[in-house]
């Protein structure tokens, strides 16, 4: 009889598990990438450049305050497959408000697209992250998340492209109303490859535990925290307004997709690596790899004025930046215990990751209009080197908490 605290997965579930929600980790990363490639569309609009850092900063805030919450249900009722449904639903319906804007009443529903893509995109993190984690456990857990996550970077690396011409060729209007309707059936379809899998605790006395399981652990969570969250300041502050700093740099948004796409794919094979590496060697050796390779290479992409060692660039600085996912919550599973793993990944992901790129994102959409795009870079530059300094700060070792 399963211990208690244990969860329930059979075997045969496994290869399903994997299968969909790495097609759930492609939906959703796809639109990662929706708002930084719109902004292009706006500010040639003649949307002001605040404004858009402003909403770029509530997607981002949501989403990280809504990924612990998300986190905590889950690890409650095991409702995975509905509350990530949910999510799916979200992004696709902000979707729609996205393609209103263009029509009318332009500041309001873009705002209120933000608002829904954000709390859309709080959900599939940390729950094909805990599916994953409760599978395959501390040790093997990294490999099974880098292969899920290289589907993530797929989409990443693809939709950039593909709202581009979808958009060019269908116009903004209809291209976005397309883009719901495919949210609305892979998402769909995501639901119904998961919803027989059974990842739930197998007795109440769990839902008391996990509110008091992560304090033993917050000696690592906290610093961790904060050196993710200065990082993704950097990231996701570049993510957000490269597309801009690249059209106004190469003159044309179809080279600036071209550029991003062959960028944002070196994460395909960076997220199974690193995932595996993550196994190996443990996840903080790993996050320090990453976190210095990232730095360095965008410190060279925007020192050297050269088109084709940008490419190449972009290229390493993305391998080693945008495959966090099977770094950071395979690190926190080797950490904090089975029972609370929604809940730790929602601290890490949420509000380390989503919260830290939204304030990333507000800080260089604020300082555009004063200082420029190309010196916006360039603070981003310097999150990356704090964030680099920051690593110190985290143990070497794991402590053996005691367990209520």
């Known amino acids: ?39 292009v569309y706006y500010i040639a609009e003649g949307v002001s450049p605040v404004f858009l850092a402003v909403i770029s900063a509530v997607y981002g805030i ?120 495919y949210v609305f059936a892979l998402g769909s379809a995501v639901y119904l490859g998961l919803k027989g899998i059974s990842v739930k605790t197998v007795t109440e006395r769990n839902a008391k535990h996990v509110k008091s399981s992560l304090v033993p652990y917050m000696y690592i969570l906290l610093p961790l925290a904060l050196m993710v969250f200065v990082r993704s300041m950097f990231t996701f502050g570049v993510m957000m307004y490269v597309p801009t700093y690249m059209t106004e740099l190469y003159k044309s948004k179809i080279v ?7 960028g944002y794919a070196m994460a395909i094979f960076g997220q199974p690596y690193f995932g595996r590496i993550t196994s190996s060697l443990g996840g903080r050796t790993v996050l320090i790899i990453t976190t210095v390779g990232a730095a360095l290479a965008f410190l060279l992409f925007m020192a050297i004025d050269n088109f084709y060692a940008q490419i190449v660039l972009f290229a390493i600085y993305s391998f080693f ?40 994102a507000l800080v260089g959409g604020s300082l555009i209009a004063v200082i420029g795009m190309e010196k916006v870079m360039w603070v981003f530059v310097a999150f990356s080197l704090i964030s680099v300094a920051l690593l110190i700060t985290l143990p070497r070792t794991r402590s053996q908490p005691t367990t209520p």
């Open 321 to 360: 930046a945008y495959s966090g996912f099977p770094n950071l919550l395979g690190y926190v599973g080797q950490i904090v215990d089975r029972s609370a793993l929604a809940r730790a990944n929602g601290i890490i992901w949420g509000i380390g990751n989503s919260v830290g790129g939204a304030i990333g």
């Open 256 to 262: 600036m997709s071209v550029v991003l796409t062959l």
């Open 1 to 39: 009889m399963p211990k208690t605290g244990t969860y329930l997965i059979t075997l045969n579930e496994n290869t399903k598990a994997l299968t969909f929600t790495a097609i759930g980790h492609f939906l959703n990363d796809s639109f990662l990438v929706l708002i930084s490639i719109l902004i």
């Open 62 to 181: 949501i989403s990280g305050l809504l990924s612990t919450p998300v986190g905590s249900i889950a690890d409650r009722n095991g409702n995975y497959a509905g509350l990530m449904l949910l999510g799916f639903l979200l992004i696709g319906i902000s979707n729609i408000f996205f393609a209103f804007s263009f029509l009318f009443y332009r500041e309001y529903f873009i705002a209120l697209g933000s608002v829904l893509l954000g709390s859309g995109a709080a959900f599939y993190h940390p729950l094909g992250g805990s599916i994953l984690q409760l599978k395959y456990g501390g040790k093997d857990a990294p490999k099974a998340l880098g292969i899920n996550g290289s589907l993530g970077s797929l989409g990443r690396a693809i939709f950039p492209v593909l709202i581009v011409l979808t958009l060019t060729f269908f116009g903004n209007v209809l291209g976005l109303l397309i883009i719901s309707v």
